[in-house]
Every structure is written in C-alpha cells, then in structure tokens.
C-alpha cells in the first residue's frame, strides 16, 4: 500500500526543490499557524506543520469510514440524550475524575432546569489508524471521537492544493489530479449556519468561544470566513470575556456586549487548564442559555474515554440504537479492544495482563489534547502503583493499533530536512442538526489525515509531534 514515490524520497535534491516550493505553497494557499513566541499576533506568522508528500490510504478503509460517519452522528447525538446512560456509565469516572465531574455536574444541573434549546447542533471528527493485522492487511480502527472542539477542518482544507503543486513539481501530475478534494470548513458552516438559521433571529450572530492563546487562528478563521460569506456575524469571545460581559435575559436568550447570541461554536473548554472558577461559572451561563451550543455539555460527555469503553460492551450499541442493526454492524467494526479497569475482577484481571505485557495496550486517562495517554514502560509502572486504588477507574486501557509505517519527510518551520518513518491517523468530520426529535442534518463533512514520525507514541498538530498530510488512495 506505499504511495508511488519511494523513489522520490531518495533524490535528494529534487526533495529539497520540492520542500521550497511546499511551503511557499502552504503561505500562498493559508495553511498558516501563529508562532510560538507571538501566539497571539499575526504580525508574523508561519506555516502548520505538513509532509512533503501525501501519504498513501487504502480506499477501502477510506471509504469505510466516510460510511460510518453518520452512523457515529447518530450513536453521539443518541448518547448525549440518554440520561441514564452517562450516568451509568461515568458513575465510576466521576469519583475520582474532577473535571469529567465538573462537566456532569452542569450536565446534571441544566437537565434539572430544563433545556432552553431544542436545536442540537454537533461538529464531530471520528479519528482511525490503519491497523496491520497478523496477514498485513490493514484494518480501520477508531482511536477515539472527538464532539468537542474538534480542529483542522479549516487548514487541511487547503493542503490538497498544496500536495498537488508538490506532485506537480516533482513530474507527478497524473497522481496530483488523483487527490481528492477536500472541504470540510464549508461543510462545519453549513452546520454552524443551520443551527443559526433554526434558533431565528436575523440579527444575532454566532459566538467562537476561543482559547486564551490563539495560535490556530487560522484553522477558525476558515470557517469563520463561509459563514461571513453567508452574511452570518461572526463574533469571537474567551469565557473570561462570558464572565465579564455575558447575560441571560427573562427567556435565557444569551447576550454578550448587547449583542445576542444564536450559537456557541466552542474550541476551547476541553481540557482542565481552560477552567478557573469564573470560567466554570461562564461555561454554565451558556450552557443554561438559549443559544445552540456547539457541542452542549452532554455531548461533550459523549465523548468521553470511559463512554468509548463502554460502547464496545456487548449489547450497548443494540440499547442506544434501537432497531438499526447494519449501523451498529459499520461501527462495531470500527471497534479495538477496549477495556473496563472499574474496581473488581474484570478490572484486576485485564490490568494484570497489561502490567505482564504494555506493549500491547495504550492507558488512557479521560483528557484530550494529545500527550495524556501512557504506552510501554510508563504504563506498567503506573498501573502497577495504581492497580489496587480506585484511581484506576479515571483511566481505560486499549489495545495498541499497529500501523504499518511508511517514509515521508515533516517540514516544520526551522527543522532540518530530514527523512522519517511515519505513521498516518485518518479523521472525518461528522456534522449533524436536531431540532427536537428530528435530525435536520446529517453529513460527513470532510477528511482530516495526520501524519506523525513514529517514535512519538502520542500527541496531534496543536501538540507539535503530527503534521498535516492528505490522503494519496491505493
Ligand atoms: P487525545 O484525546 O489526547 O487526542 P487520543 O485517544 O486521540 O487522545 O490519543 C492521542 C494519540 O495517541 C492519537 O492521536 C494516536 O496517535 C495515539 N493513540 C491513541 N490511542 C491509540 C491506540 N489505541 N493505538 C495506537 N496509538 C494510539
Ligand atoms: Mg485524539
């Protein structure tokens, strides 16, 4: 399954050509990020980390994971209605996990209030890698979903075009023709505009709640950009700015600075470092507001470590899809192992095989972000300390998906040129609208393809260990 350019990688010169052009496509075509020493400025700005060459997918797993995208739609938003479950299910977590708590608490409170909103908006990115099974042929496998805040629908719009000119570059423009278009921004605005045309009101405007340093500006700024062009205001708000000058009025419409608010687009929100107490407080004004919330906190919750776990039990699919047994078939095929380390015997039983052998799983604590889960080593000595506690219970375990890796070289912006074994993590955004009972939309919305060398057992872009690619299919 190797893209057609091994060759290519060898020629040395023709990669440092190649590797110019690239990123000067990259400034031209806005594959940009803020730096890290002015993360908050755009005076001088660079470009996001991409390969020099797209890397190679199967088709099948790539279209394997286009068709399941609405079915994840579904399950997410099915999830994120059902009460019982999340409670259940984050029963243990909540005990020891203090913001997965925090979130259910809220969750547990606006339910109490009742809902002011009956439009459910979700913008998702289910996330694979190819795993290499016993024969070598790969499989799809889920890593996790992301329903909050999920980012670089707006960049990895404009890296086809860019791989495309690198192709073209190096004689390759029968294969730069093959890559696929790509444009998952447009598809979030569609979402974000319909969520804003159902809560109307022609002059409120849709609010991204963004995240005190901002140096993936420009990855919102792409959608920001389609629904401008739809003539939708676009307003742009930390919970610092919500605490300070966000207000409900008598029907919880939200207000800020006077202006009101239709949708709240959050890419921030996820982690703990985004909470201090006045931030808690503003997350839920909005929450209890009448605005769209982009993910609403039970959705959040969905998306959850321990909800992915728990979904690979036998017969959770079959309760929270009732009745759509081919759905549940496409997802469930998407399924690694996945592991409960709950207090008692199952739990003391699948870290004891963890402990005897880490190099088959990957311990994940409920955080995202990139650079929270533990491998090898490290797993070991922190399941073996924490094996007879509780604190288990705020982590899963998974299986390690071993992909087959392939050559490619990450420009990154004052790196040396250098050639890397990689490994690739497909994602596909999932868009959906509901007003009340009936989904209103439900697409796939685009693809995102990470691409990371593999000594980095973790981590994404916003992490600094994986860089922006686009799939070549074979
Ligand atoms: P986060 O919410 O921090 O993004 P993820 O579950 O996506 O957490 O894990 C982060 C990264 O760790 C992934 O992008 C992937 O590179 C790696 N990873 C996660 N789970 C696995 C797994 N089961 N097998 C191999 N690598 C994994
Ligand atoms: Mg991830």
Sequence with gaps: MAAPWEDILRNKPAVQEAASVAVDAALLEGVLMRTEREPNASDVVSYAPFTLLPSAVPSALFEQAYAVQQDFNLLVDAISQNKEFLERTLASTIKVDDFTARLFRIHMQVLEEGLAQSVFLG??????MFDCGVDGTPALKQIEINTIAASFGGLTSRT??????????????EEASRLLPNNPSKGLALGIAKAWELYGSQSAVVMFLVEEVQRNIFDQRCVENELWNRNIRVIRKRFRDVFEKGSLDDAKRLYMDGQEVAVVYYREGYVPKNYDQQNWEARLLLERSRAVKCPDIATQLAGTKKVQQELSRPGTLERLLPGRTEAIARIRATFAGLYSLDMGEEGDKIAATAIADPDRFVLKPQREGGGNNLYGEELRQVLEKIRDSP?????ILMDKIKPQPAMNYLLRAHSPLQVSECI?????????VRQGKEMVMNNAAGHLLRTKAIEH?????????AVLDTPYLV
């Excluded at 057992?457 to 260990?465: I, R």
């Design 123 to 128: 913008i998702n990115r289910s996330d694979y």
């Design 160 to 173: 086809a075009a860019v791989h495309g000119q690198v192709l073209k570059v190096l004689g390759r423009s």
């Design 391 to 395: 604190e288990r219970t705020s982590y």
């Design 424 to 432: 690739s993590e497909l994602g596909i955004f999932g868009v959906y």
């Design 457 to 465: 057992a973790d981590g994404g872009v916003a992490a600094g260990v």
